[in-house]
């Protein structure tokens, strides 16, 4: 597509609840990345892809916290036994280039934990 | 945790001035870059620095690269309406891998007509 898709912008949870966010990175992008954005701050980095191979998920706070990209195009945040704390809108980003450049965001997922 | 300081916090600015922002880091990057957010959207690049001392332009927006590559700047000249909305800083270190990105907590820009 021509944009980096996310779905869906709004999830309301239950505590307790497992939930699933979709991306559909830019076609072809080979890199993509999830990040974290809690209200009135910066993006902070959960995960990377390159192709279907995570090569860096230091950044997941949990091990509720499991990221998948089985094909090495969509990619899946899922997030298990949702808590309060990780309200938050959850943003995806793709790349065709290396280290050193700037990529694509979508438009996020806000999910709120109640 | 985040890991650059971004200032000032908050602008509020009329339409037509000039305006500066800020970021400094304790650790040093190979790759500084500047985006806009809006409510409801993801960020936007706006621009990309590669090189310590680097000066870059895009329309009224020049950013910095700093020669001690921990910090930069970016400034946007006779403001407009448009230009509102939250502006994050973010290094990368090539070495690292994955090319994360480290932001900052933005400056939140707010420009009266």
């Known amino acids: 597509g021509a944009g980096v898709s996310q779905s869906p912008r709004y999830k309301v949870a239950k505590r307790g609840q497992d939930v699933a966010l979709r991306c559909d990175p830019i076609?072809?992008?080979?890199?993509l990345f999830w990040y974290q954005q809690a209200l009135g701050q910066g993006p902070e980095f959960l995960t990377y892809?390159?192709?279907?191979?995570?090569?860096?998920k230091s950044g997941l706070p949990s091990d509720r916290f499991f990221a998948e990209r089985p094909e090495g195009s969509v990619s899946t945040l899922k997030i298990q036994r949702t808590q309060q704390e990780d309200s938050a809108v959850y943003l995806c980003a793709s790349s065709d280039r290396g280290v050193g450049y700037g990529y694509t965001f979508g438009s996020g997922t806000r999910l709120t934990v109640v | 945790g985040q890991q650059l300081n971004q200032s000032p916090q908050s602008m509020f600015i009329q339409e037509g001035e000039d305006v500066s922002m800020n970021c400094t880091s304790s650790?040093?990057?190979?790759?500084w870059l500047w985006y806009k957010q809006e409510p409801g959207e993801g960020p936007v690049l706006l621009i990309a620095l590669y090189k310590a001392g680097e000066l870059t332009s895009n329309g009224r927006l020049t950013a910095q690269f700093g020669i001690t590559r921990k910090d930069s700047f970016l400034n946007i000249s006779a403001s407009i309406p448009s230009d509102v909305g939250i502006y994050f800083c973010a290094g990368q270190r090539r070495e690292t891998s994955g090319s994360r990105l480290t932001f900052g907590e933005g400056t939140q820009l707010t420009v009266n007509p």
């Open positions: 892809f390159q192709n279907e191979a995570q090569l860096d």
């Open positions: 076609s072809g992008h080979v890199s």
């Open positions: 650790s040093i990057f190979n790759t």
